[in-house]
């Protein structure tokens, strides 16, 4: 790989917030992955992110490990994809100093990050970290000369935080940062918990990716159903098990489901059993890859440690260019 890309260069962070969901899957991981056929993708595991809340080291440490399994499971290929630990290009701190520089707090103040916790009145979450984070997150950016940053409509804001303060260090200090774009992923989709509200972590209605297919089916039998009895026509637009079950069908197979509710004699049971076999055969070859690199952890080691060769290389030059324009 040469640092002049031909292909345009797509960067992404997934933070090692806890085991990965389906959420995240369809929501990051695999358009992400998709990625690699098109552009020169630079994926890494936001460690430093992380320690805006993480404060546990040992388990810190497995999550990290979890989501670079994660990745590598579900097809990151390291041939064509530069995976790293942020932390182990220290250079990415370095630039963030430098951008922190020409970043005013009234920027800062509006960042959502930071605006959600004051909101929230979680005061005593709000360090410096947090509080700063727009700035980390653009150092990651434009360390490495990325092109497109793929992101939910959640992280667009701090994109476009990156994007002003390349243009603003290359009005102060003449062209030396790329000028990254968001690439929004319009159509993916939200992925509904079992409860139906967005899933996420934090309201516990979450999937894990990685679940023993025992303890994958119980999460799907526990998603949340009216009482609709079970020779009644049910609608599925409107059932938690059918929002998901249409994600990872196809749209055939989906349209025959939806028959099915709207025919009536179809138990919610029956529905749940049909989207766990779904979801439980698009996981089975990763699950069994992931189990793999669990027992052999030298592995994503190694791949690891390569991966930050190649990306402490690019940003080290970045890096040379910045100190060269501001003077330093
Ligand atoms: P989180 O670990 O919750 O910050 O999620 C990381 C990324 O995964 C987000 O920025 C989204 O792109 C994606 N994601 C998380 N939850 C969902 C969801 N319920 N539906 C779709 N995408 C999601």
């Known amino acids: 790989m040469t640092d002049a890309p031909t292909r345009p260069r797509a960067l992404t962070g997934i933070q090692p917030s806890g085991t990965p969901h389906i959420g995240n899957l369809l929501g990051a991981i695999e358009p992400a992955l998709a990625l690699q056929d098109s552009h020169e993708c630079f994926f890494f595991v936001a460690s430093y992110h992380a320690l805006t809340t993480q404060r546990d080291p040992a388990l810190l440490r497995e999550r990290i490990f979890e989501v670079a399994a994660t990745w590598l499971a579900l097809g990151l290929d390291p041939e064509r994809t530069v995976l790293w630990n942020q932390h182990a290009v220290p250079e990415v701190t370095e630039l963030a100093w430098i951008l922190g520089c020409l970043t005013s707090k009234s920027t800062l103040d509006k960042a959502h990050a930071f605006k959600d916790a004051v909101a929230q009145g979680k005061t005593e979450v709000i360090n410096a970290g947090l509080y700063t984070y727009p700035v980390l997150m653009a150092a990651d950016i434009l360390a490495f000369d990325t092109n497109v940053v793929p992101?939910?409509?959640?992280?667009?804001?701090?994109?476009?935080?990156?994007?002003?303060?390349?243009?603003?260090?290359?009005?102060?200090?003449?062209?030396?940062?790329?000028v990254p774009e968001p690439s929004i992923q319009e159509?993916?989709?939200?992925?509904?918990?079992?409860?139906?509200?967005?899933?996420?972590?934090?309201?516990?209605?979450?999937?894990?990716?990685?679940?023993?297919?025992?303890?994958?089916?119980?999460?799907?039998?526990?998603?949340?159903?009216?009482?609709?009895?079970?020779?009644?026509?049910?609608?599925?637009?409107?059932?938690?098990?059918?929002?998901?079950?249409r994600l990872f069908a196809t749209p055939e197979q989906a349209a025959d489901l939806a028959a099915r509710y709207r025919a009536g004699g179809l138990g919610y049971g029956h529905a749940k059993q049909e989207v766990f076999?779904?979801?439980?055969?698009?996981?089975?070859?990763?699950?069994?890859?992931?189990?793999?690199?669990?027992?052999?952890?030298?592995?994503?080691?190694?791949?690891?440690?390569?991966?930050a060769e190649r990306a402490r290389r690019v940003a080290r030059r970045t890096l040379d260019r910045v100190r060269t324009a501001v003077g330093l």
């Open 277 to 307: 076999e779904l979801v439980d055969a698009r996981l089975r070859e990763p699950r069994e890859r992931y189990l793999e690199l669990r027992a052999h952890p030298e592995r994503v080691e190694a791949i690891l440690e390569a991966g």
């Open 187 to 245: 159509r993916v989709a939200t992925v509904p918990g079992i409860d139906g509200r967005k899933m996420s972590k934090s309201y516990g209605n979450h999937i894990e990716l990685w679940l023993p297919p025992k303890k994958l089916r119980k999460r799907f039998m526990a998603i949340v159903t009216d009482a609709t009895p079970l020779e009644a026509p049910k609608d599925p637009d409107t059932c938690n098990v059918f929002a998901l079950y």
């Open 151 to 178: 992101v939910g409509k959640d992280q667009k804001q701090h994109v476009e935080m990156a994007r002003d303060m390349a243009q603003r260090f290359n009005r102060i200090y003449g062209e030396t940062l790329v």
